[in-house]
């Protein structure tokens, strides 16, 4: 491999010749060999943003050169556009104010922007920490970032999702919507209702979700732009925050402001904590969705098969014939794998000492991980299960004229105690409720059979 020399304030480093990092980016490299896990590309990209900004703002300032700006500008837009990606190759474990990646961000636009620059004739050179860093520090910009990754991941990539799902729930609920089946509690059978209204049960949680979602995320358009190294804003235009903040709400399209704290912004990532909090409820709804499925989709035969799911694979390498639920297998381990990622970022966003928090690498990895996995396996749930359901009406029937709790609709009229001999005569000699009934006399055939119809039991008030 052909490498260059390239200088940082502790001397000379080789670096890969064909790559566009530098010396503290390659020092990083090798000095943490941890793991297979990257700095999210996410990261990257917004962080494109802030540098972008950063330099307009600078040049409108009169601290940066128009050709300078330009060349920064140049380089984001090809950061942003995905081109420039294997120039990134920095893992999570590192510095915990993420420094190590703020300088890979800012050493690729330097040396990429250097090479525009002598294209264009211009004897103007770029320095990473001068020019691409000018009125920033690892600590405003890293979380900067942060915020923005984690805003546009939810509000593009998951929400379109969970919306699309909830709309699926919506289409089978009113197609299901005077179909009557058992309801069950405990495990137990219950009373009954329509699958149309326990399906309209899931599509609830995700409006609740959705809102709850939507709600939190506010708190992530404040940024810590413009705090510098401990918040108070050292090196910087008393007015680079604000209007940073606002340039970066011009080239996301979202109402980005600056933090009305940043000794805050800097040490504490309540916001993210908040709205994670807020993935962790929509990972125990679907949690709770993908298992009402497969239970009600256990079977064929010897299960409770009230619905049938799409038969995407073979179930089993011995087992001819075998479907599985797969695709509820997977969103239950998504949902496993949200809670774990919760738990990480609620204790690393508790260690934030004096002015900053040094775990902000592993907070947002988790947080992006977690929206790119809800995001892949709604999809992927919704358009290779969801929108397959189907009702098998012959066993819903079967189990509906079965149960022993429609003896609930017989209360008002003889009374609870009398309602349950009934049930448990039927249940010992196995027989049904109107026989147990009329064997011991408490009602006659007529007024059972006015007063427990089944579709009499579903309708609301």
């Given amino acids: ?22 010396a503290q980016t390659e020092r990083s490299r090798q000095n943490f060999k941890i793991g297979n896990e990257k700095m999210p590309i996410e990261l990257i990209r917004a962080f494109a943003h802030v540098k972008q ?32 990606d294997e120039h990134f190759p920095l893992v999570v474990w590192q510095t915990g104010s993420g420094t190590q990646t703020n300088m890979n961000v800012n050493e690729v636009i330097a040396n990429k922007g250097n090479e525009w620059l002598r294209e264009q004739g211009s004897e103007e ?27 546009t991941g939810v509000m593009e990539s998951l929400l379109p999702e969970v919306k699309a799902l909830r709309n699926t729930f919506a289409d089978k609920e009113n197609q299901f919507a005077d179909m009557v089946k058992i309801g069950r509690t405990h495990l137990q059978d219950a009373t009954p209702l329509t699958l149309g209204q326990e399906i309209s049960g899931w599509k609830a949680m995700l409006d609740k979700d959705l809102k709850m979602i939507e ?30 903040a606002k340039e970066i709400g011009n080239t996301t399209g979202y109402a980005f402001r600056v933090s009305e704290n940043n000794f805050h912004a800097l040490t504490s990532h309540d916001e993210i904590v908040h709205v994670h909090g807020a993935l962790k409820a929509l990972a125990a709804d679907l949690m709770k969705i993908a298992n009402d499925i497969r239970w009600l989709a256990s079977g064929p035969r010897s299960g409770i098969g009230e619905i049938s799911i799409p038969a995407n694979e073979p179930g089993s390498s011995i087992m001819p014939g075998k479907v599985n639920p797969t695709q509820s297998e997977a969103l239950t381990m998504i949902a496993a794998q949200i809670f774990g990622n919760d738990t990480t970022i609620c204790f690393a966003a508790s260690q934030g000492n004096f002015e900053l928090n040094v775990f902000k690498p592993v907070i947002i990895y988790n947080f992006i991980q977690s929206v790119k996995l809800l995001t892949d ?38 009374g609870y105690e009398k309602a349950a001999e009934i049930a448990k005569l039927a249940f010992k000699d196995n027989s049904t409720l109107k026989e147990a009934a009329l064997k011991l006399g408490y009602v006659s055939e007529e007024q059972f059979d006015k007063w427990v119809n089944p579709q009499n039991m579903v309708n609301r008030k």
């Avoid at 491999?1 to 990092?21: A, C, F, L, S």
């Fill in 1 to 22: 491999m052909k490498y260059r020399i390239e200088r940082d304030t502790m001397g000379e480093v080789q670096v890969p010749y064909d790559k566009y990092w530098g």
């Fill in 53 to 84: 900004a950063a330099a307009k703002v600078n040049s409108e300032l009169g601290s940066l050169p128009e050709m300078k700006r330009e060349a920064i500008e140049k380089v984001c837009g090809e950061i942003l556009e995905g081109t420039l």
């Fill in 125 to 151: 050179k770029l320095h990473p920490n001068d020019d691409v860093n000018k009125a920033q520090s690892s600590n405003d910009s890293f979380p900067t970032a942060m915020h923005i990754a984690a805003y």
């Fill in 215 to 244: 709600e939190s995320s506010k708190y992530l358009l404040d940024l810590a732009i413009g705090g510098t190294a401990v918040g108070t804003g050292i090196n910087a235009h008393k007015e680079f925050g604000e209007r940073a």
């Fill in 377 to 414: 396996g709604i999809h992927s749930f919704n358009e290779n299960c969801a929108k397959g359901i189907q009702a098998n009406e012959e066993k819903i029937k079967e189990n509906v004229q079965r149960s022993l709790m429609l003896v609930t609709a017989l209360n008002p009229h003889i």
